[in-house]
């Protein structure tokens, strides 16, 4: 089998700043990836959605970047660039052609050094706007789109960080203020909270010499502080919890999610493994058996989220045809998946293949090296990792799948939404 | 260490070449274009098949009939069971989809260029035996009816197909949506669907074969003998049409969805080809004005007014005129506002012309972002797909970015004022008409209707 050798190297600024650089001159192409530990987890009672709501405003403009200057900058230097904020992490990254590489440091050590005195209410209320906007676009203008906020409160309890959505909600949003902005920068948006990843064409020691040059100047913060919360919480659900919601839907949908151990457990493999038998490609379980042999599933979904905060969830949903019961449904993609425990080594081996191709494919993108190695630098302290992931992958064994199935997949451990179309109550 | 200096901007550093891959082109025996693009940057190969017809070859009766062949394509051979099928491939770790558009049928496989040899007979196999197995053809019209549900209940969904036949003379095939309707699937069957096959799925009638990867030119073309050579024929012609505008008075469509939280609105009329000689100064217009984050709709829609997550315009160029489209979705109680200022946007740029500072930075923007977009082999194949479907010519993407760096302002200003028509444009808004149908009308844009979202 091939296997790939992505460079890894990694430095440390006296600041506290992690940089990973991964130099391959093949594309004049650069990605770089900032990756800062916060995400929705970091906020408290009457905050959610504010991690989200700040990645916004940090496209704001900072002391030497006027407002929409960033976005202007990049474009015309025949760039793209975005940013998005989850559960554990918030990221930034800009792709661009690499002789702009010192480009994008600029403007990134600007807003990690210098942001808070560009800001102000008017730009407050604009961005607060465009992310009310967002979450209508998105969730409260959408078919199913309370499904996440639904699934996680039944997964996780109330004083749980993943209990709330990473949108968070219109209130909280209502409510937030400068000084929210000026207390979640100065606690969470240091160099020593933060880290830099760059992939594609450059050479290592000047740009290195370029990262400390632009970013070594800013001041490290005090240590984060502990999450809000609790994020201790039993390995299993403990039953069946359940939300069967009315809806103006166009078709029955049954969503079903499981409480696994968090991303950094050495078990976590074991759960990719057995998400991939149940859902990934045409040869899977639940799409060879409920989409196409029993016909009782339009499409199926499985996801297994990576999220490092005392536990994580797989969640697994089907969308039926119209007039269907979603009890049926449900009743239907249950079975397949606690059939998971007699699932044979060949259903392993597609896996695998499978995996690899697709793990090749994705690291052809410079992007998608930088933001993995941001990722495993962040959670892991190991980005070498991206070189060794598929490995963890190839070592679970049939009897893991079997055992994680029996443990963990079945009514003990189980959350469910389900959507039956109707007239909203 | 004395601070940085941060007040502007680093330079730049030294620019490197990079030309778009070289290509081989060849035609095989019995007809088939081959273009094979040698891309050894990581172990993969990437291949397209692309067959002319689709959608705009068939008449309303049979609309969507291509994309569900292509969706049912899988579901067997004379071989073998469609979970036969996917259990080989997905075995050896490859990737097969089949798409329709109005254009023609694509078929792709991607997988580890070490695998291609064992890989490539099922692709042939895809496309020379199709058996259509009937269990499988009532599932994917079963899967097909449903999305067709589906659209009709998402509002941006809604939205966008519903407006098509607002631009659109009733009998331009692009008046409907690309996927054809419950009454024009309902009645597919496995005999339909063998027959389509039978007829579409041949090499000829500018039809093309793209491969990109870690291969070589002649590894490829021994296979394509091997396995397609006793291939033959050629599809039906698609008899040409002119894409007629369903009018050319401004007028406001209010689909009403009760209880919506937000108003998806699409501002458009009939564009123009993909043949047009105003290509680049259009791409570079179009972007400046609803194309990029810092374009002139998303500064004021978004950044100024805070009145959407976003906003963006865009041509659709196909063999005949495409629409031309402003989406964005908007909180209702400035739904009114939002679509005034589309038009006066529309209006602004077509009477006042773009400055040079806007075309100057938006052809950086384009020249340079096309590195970007040919970092894999996948968007190399498709970029080569493109190629065959639009006839151009071979060293178009080499010559790309000199052609963006060609455009001037003038030109800009005149290819906008040609094809963008404030006046005509059709206003198409899903939401609550309660709430928004009033202040609509109190633009005196012109008339307004309210329809109902479930078609009647």
Not at chain 1, 110 to 118: K, N, V
Not at chain 1, 178 to 191: G, Q, S
Not at chain 2, 427 to 440: C, F, K, Q, T, Y
Request: net charge negative; proline share 6%; glycine share 8%.
């Amino acid at each position: 089998m091939s296997r790939l050798s992505i460079p890894v190297e990694r430095h440390r600024l006296d600041n506290g700043l992690r940089v990973v650089l991964s130099p391959d001159p093949t594309v004049p192409v650069v990605a770089v990836n900032l990756w800062y530990g916060v995400g929705s987890r970091n906020e408290r009672a009457g905050k959610t959605g504010f991690a989200h709501l700040f990645e916004h405003m940090m496209f704001q403009g900072s002391t030497h970047v006027p407002k929409n200057k960033h976005f202007e900058l990049v474009e015309r230097a025949g760039g793209t660039l975005n940013a998005t904020t989850w559960f554990d992490r918030t990221n930034y990254f800009e792709t661009l052609p690499s002789h702009h590489l010192e480009l994008a440091l600029w403007l990134e050590s600007d807003r990690m050094g210098w942001m808070l005195p560009a800001m102000d209410q008017e730009k407050l209320d604009n961005q607060r706007d465009v992310v009310k906007n967002e979450k209508r676009q998105r969730y409260d203008n959408q078919p199913y789109g309370d499904w996440d906020e639904r699934l996680q409160s039944l997964v996780f309890p109330p004083d749980h960080p993943y209990h709330h959505t990473v949108i968070g909600a219109m209130a909280d949003l209502e409510a937030a203020t400068l000084d929210d902005v000026a207390a979640f920068f100065e606690t969470y948006y240091r160099p020593n909270n933060a880290v830099l990843a760059i992939a594609g064409d450059f050479e290592s020691g000047r740009a290195l010499e370029a990262v400390d040059r632009y970013f070594g100047e800013i001041e490290a913060g005090a240590p984060v502080p502990r999450l809000p919360g609790n994020p201790d919480v039993a390995p299993l659900i403990g039953g069946t919890v359940r939300d069967d919601v009315v809806a103006n839907v166009p078709l029955p949908r049954v969503i079903m999610a499981f409480r696994i151990p968090p991303y950094s457990s050495p078990d976590f493999a074991t759960v990719e493994v057995a998400r991939a038998l149940l859902g990934q490609g045409k040869a899977s379980r639940l799409y060879r058996r409920l989409v196409r042999e029993r016909r009782v599933a339009k499409s199926v979904v499985a996801y297994a989220f990576p999220l490092l905060t005392g536990a994580s969830m797989l969640l697994v949903w089907a969308t039926g045809y119209p007039g269907a019961s979603p009890r049926d449904l449900e009743k239907a993609l249950a079975e397949e998946i606690e059939g998971l425990v007699e699932a044979a080594p060949e259903e392993v081996e597609r896996a695998i293949a499978l995996s690899e191709a697709d793990l090749v494919s994705s690291l052809e993108h410079q992007s998608e090296r930088a933001d993995r190695l941001a990722m495993f630098e962040l959670y892991f302290d190991d980005p070498d990792r991206i070189n060794h992931d598929l490995e963890r992958l190839e070592a679970v064994s049939i009897d893991q799948v079997r055992a994680f199935a029996a443990e963990r997949l079945g009514p003990n451990n189980r959350a469910v939404v389900t959507y039956r179309p109707g007239e909203e109550r | 260490m004395s601070p940085l200096d941060r007040s502007s901007p680093p330079a730049s550093g030294a620019i490197r070449d990079f030309d778009f891959p070289d290509t081989e082109r060849s035609r095989l025996e019995n007809g088939i274009d081959l273009r094979v693009a040698c891309v050894p940057r990581l172990p993969l190969v990437t291949l397209d098949l692309f067959m002319r017809g689709g959608e705009q070859a068939l008449d309303a009766e049979r609309a969507g009939l291509a994309v569900l062949a292509a969706e049912a394509i899988d579901g067997g051979t004379r071989r073998r069971s469609g979970a036969d099928l996917s259990e080989e491939l997905e075995r050896l770790g490859a990737r097969v989809s089949a798409y329709a558009g109005w254009e023609g049928t694509t078929v792709s496989l991607t997988c580890l260029a070490d695998r291609l040899e064992e890989v490539f007979p099922f692709l042939a196999e895809l496309v020379l035996e199709p058996d259509f197995p009937a269990g499988e053809v009532d599932r994917a019209r079963e899967q097909r009816l449903a999305s067709i549900r589906q659209r009709s209940m998402d509002p941006g969904a809604l939205a966008s197909d519903r407006a098509l036949g607002r631009y659109f003379a009733p009998d331009v095939p692009y008046a409907r949506p690309v996927g054809g309707t419950e009454a024009s699937i309902s009645s597919v069957d496995r005999r339909t669907l063998l027959g389509y096959a039978d007829a579409a799925y041949r090499p000829g009638g500018r039809g093309g074969f793209v491969v990109a990867g870690d291969v070589e030119p002649k590894e490829v073309s021994e296979l394509v003998l091997r396995h397609l050579g006793s291939w033959m024929g050629a599809p039906g012609g698609v008899s040409a049409f002119k894409a007629e505008p369903a009018t050319r008075e401004r007028r406001v469509t209010v689909v009403h969805r009760p209880g919506s939280v937000q108003s998806e609105i699409r501002v458009g009329h009939v564009g123009t080809d993909r043949a047009t000689p105003d290509y680049f100064p259009l791409l570079v217009g179009n972007m400046l004005f609803g194309g990029t984050f810092t374009s002139r709709l998303n500064l004021n829609l978004r950044e100024r007014h805070g009145f959407t997550y976003g906003v963006r315009s865009r041509f659709s160029y196909r063999s005949a005129a495409g629409p031309f489209e402003v989406s964005t979705a908007v909180a209702n109680d400035v739904t009114a506002p939002a679509v005034r200022e589309i038009l006066a946007e529309m209006e602004r740029l077509v009477d006042g012309g773009p400055t040079d500072e806007e075309v100057a930075s938006t052809r950086d923007f384009a020249a340079g972002v096309f590195g970007l977009q040919i970092e894999t082999v996948d968007q190399i194949a498709t970029r080569l797909t493109h190629l065959v479907v639009f006839g151009l010519d071979d060293r178009y993407f080499n010559d790309y970015r000199d052609n963006v760096r060609g455009v001037t302002t003038a030109a800009t200003a005149e290819a906008v004022a040609r094809h963008m028509r404030p006046a005509e444009a059709q206003v198409v808004v899903v939401g609550d008409a309660d709430e928004i149908a009033r202040p609509l009308e109190a633009l005196a844009i012109g008339p307004v209707e309210v329809v109902r979202g479930d078609g009647a």
